[in-house]
């Protein structure tokens, strides 16, 4: 499984940017996938996740009702929405996937791993 994330940049505090991750597999619809970030001298932190038919979603406390996460089973491919973004939120931004569709909080959870994506908010 190969995940490709695009999406990130620089922004200005308030802004917003949206996160896209597209997955080379053709079962999309049985993976559970996830959003982490990681910022400098940090450790990963989870940030959302998504069940296999979208109907359900996890938030980290940080990004409760700023971010919103989705997915389109028929492209492939899981969003992050991110609004109201804060300098805080300044990090690599990775997705993740696992295959029997769990979507839990832990990076453990996930053996697919995008490459990032860099999201820079100013002050």
């Known amino acids: 499984v190969q995940l490709q994330a695009s999406g990130g940049g620089l922004v200005t505090a308030g802004g917003s940017l949206r996160l896209s991750c597209a997955a080379s597999?053709?079962?999309?619809?049985?993976?559970?996938m996830a959003w982490f970030r990681q910022a400098p001298g940090k450790e990963r932190e989870f940030v959302a996740s998504i069940s296999v038919t979208g109907v359900s979603t996890l938030y980290g406390d940080s990004v409760k009702g700023r971010y919103t996460i989705s997915r389109d089973n028929a492209r492939n491919t899981v969003y992050l929405q991110m609004n109201s973004l804060k300098p805080e939120d300044t990090a690599v931004y990775y997705c993740a996937a696992r295959r029997d569709g769990d979507y839990g909080y832990s990076p453990n959870l996930y053996p697919y791993w995008g490459q990032g994506t860099l999201v820079t908010v100013s002050s």
């Open positions: 597999v053709r079962t999309f619809r049985t993976y559970g």
